[in-house]
């Protein structure tokens, strides 16, 4: 048995979100305020919709990245670190070809790309057979910051990727538009550096966890078993955690609770992959990437 862990190695957690909106499409805010909302992120990404917005002034985030909503009346696709020649001939029409053009020319540059909000049902969510139909983006959003369970929480459709064969990640994200809509999903990152290309290559190996408040210390393995360091203080150790260990099919596999610190899990070889959702006493919560069991 082999377990892919994508947490191996030395780096620094580092916290942001790629998934955000200015006036400069339909957020209410110009630019340097939606930076000072995000004052003491680590990183930030402008994703306007269907438009690259230029990063200026002062913005007190030593990590910026460029970034585009594509926007089809169907379903949105997030980009992120695409080139400006991107918009050469743009073209937001939801169509497999086009997206995958789109896709292909940020890959290209060094970006990705996310399928973000896939079960707002009421407008702009991803049909499963699309998402199977689409290539070499790296992940979806599992969680966006509007956080309404109703529409916005997709861990279904990440499972149903997972064990489709599909290896991608599960993203954090605001979706901010608003005040109140800020610092309510991240992304933590474990980079070398806080650098845009050492962001970008630990998120393309898959080295990072969505965070509403909580986290972990360390992801490692063990012989064939997977540990859990959660994240620990004098205050975090007292509370209650309630942890949940998920395998294919989104498969329930452990379940365990109380004022732990650590959560372990023996692989067995058939569970495809493993990931975790650990919830903090009051709601706050972290959620793994899957860690792939040859």
Known sequence: MKILNPYEGAGTWLKGSFHNHTNNSDGWFPLETVYNMYGGYDFLGISDHDKITKHEGDAR??????????SSPQTHMLLVHPPLSLLDGYSNAFTIDNYQRLTDITVQNGGFAVLVHPNRFFSNYWLLEDMLRLERYIGIEVFNGDGNPEYD????KWDALLT?????????NDDSH????????WNVVLA????????????KLGRFY????????????EGNAIVYELRSNELLDKMYKYATVFGRD??????TTGRIKQVRYACKGDE???????????GYAAFSQPLFIE
């Open 178 to 185: 608003v005040y109140g809509q800020e610092k309510r999903a």
């Open 272 to 282: 495809g992959y493993v990931r975790l959702a650990v919830y903090l006493e009051g």
């Open 153 to 156: 929480i997709a861990f279904d």
């Open 210 to 221: 969505v965070s509403t408040g909580y986290g972990f210390d360390a992801i490692r393995t």
């Open 164 to 172: 489709a064969g599909r290896r991608v990640w599960g993203f954090g």
């Open 61 to 70: 985030i030593r990590t910026l990245f460029d970034a585009i909503e594509v």
């Open 250 to 255: 989104g498969k329930v596999l452990q379940e």
């Open 192 to 203: 070398e550096s806080n650098t845009r290309e050492a962001i970008l290559e630990a998120i």
